[in-house]
């Protein structure tokens, strides 16, 4: 298998709920990063981890709560969640830190807090 | 703060037909890159070009070309010969030094209508 894969696609989860997404890259690559997609609004950063090291942290709250164990797979913790957290959460990494370095993405899990 | 300015929210073009998407940048940076991302409705974000801010000549990738002008710092994106399967929503971003973080416009999405 190759790309970023990233389960589950779907996820609908109460606000007293614990739930974790799930990110993997085949890639080789030494960087991953969690975007979060609301409708109507910019991408926005979460977290960016390098060689399994989060070196990023924009301001996220603590019920997001995210794991590198190693540098192909990506975790995000989920707990206590909000319906405005409901977003495309977006899973990517990058070979590293070069400037012509493009990320690839994985297709996303769609998360509804209800 | 690096910043994407992307002003038309939709675009339509007739198949077959050129289209120019527009991005505007605003960065600090003496070196930076700018991307162009498709995400169809599937949800992945599927790369398209890059241009570096050093690169003289126009990026080009098949059908897809970046009109870079760097004294307006605009980088508009291109795409001629439309097919259907280019209806989606596109994205520019660009990364500046540091780890590679993507910072995201608000999109434009194009339909191309037979």
């Known amino acids: 298998e190759t790309g970023v894969t990233q389960t589950p696609r779907h996820l609908v989860m109460g606000m007293t709920n614990k739930k974790s997404l799930k990110c993997e890259q085949h890639?080789?690559?030494?960087?991953m990063y969690w975007y979060k997609q609301s409708a109507k609004k910019p991408l926005e950063l979460m977290f960016v981890?390098?060689?399994?090291?989060?070196?990023e942290n924009n301001s996220v709250p603590s019920r997001f709560s995210p794991e590198c164990p190693n540098s192909s797979h990506l975790f995000l913790h989920l707990h206590t969640l909000q319906p405005e957290d409901s977003a495309l959460y977006l899973c990517?990494?990058?070979?590293?830190?070069?400037?012509?370095?493009?990320?690839?993405f994985g297709q996303g899990t769609r998360l509804t807090v209800v | 703060a690096q910043k994407i300015t992307q002003t038309q929210p939709g675009m339509f073009v007739q198949e077959k037909e050129a289209v120019t998407l527009d991005c505007t940048y605003d960065?600090?940076?003496?070196?930076?890159?700018l991307f162009w991302y498709k995400q169809p409705s599937s949800g992945e974000m599927i790369f398209l070009i890059y241009?570096?801010?050093?690169?003289?000549q126009n990026a080009t990738e098949g059908r897809y070309s970046l009109n870079f002008q760097k004294a307006r710092k605009s980088a508009n994106l291109v795409i001629s010969a439309s097919q259907l399967g280019d209806s989606a929503m596109y994205f520019c971003?660009?990364?500046?030094?540091?780890?590679?973080?993507?910072?995201f416009g608000a999109g434009t999405r194009l339909a191309v209508h037979p």
């Open positions: 990517a990494s990058s070979r590293d830190r070069a400037l012509d370095t493009e990320a690839f």
């Open positions: 890639l080789g690559h030494n960087a």
């Open positions: 981890y390098s060689l399994e090291e989060r070196v």
């Open positions: 960065t600090s940076d003496q070196s930076y890159g």
């Open positions: 241009q570096g801010s050093y690169d003289e």
């Open positions: 971003a660009t990364i500046s030094g540091g780890y590679n973080k993507l910072i």
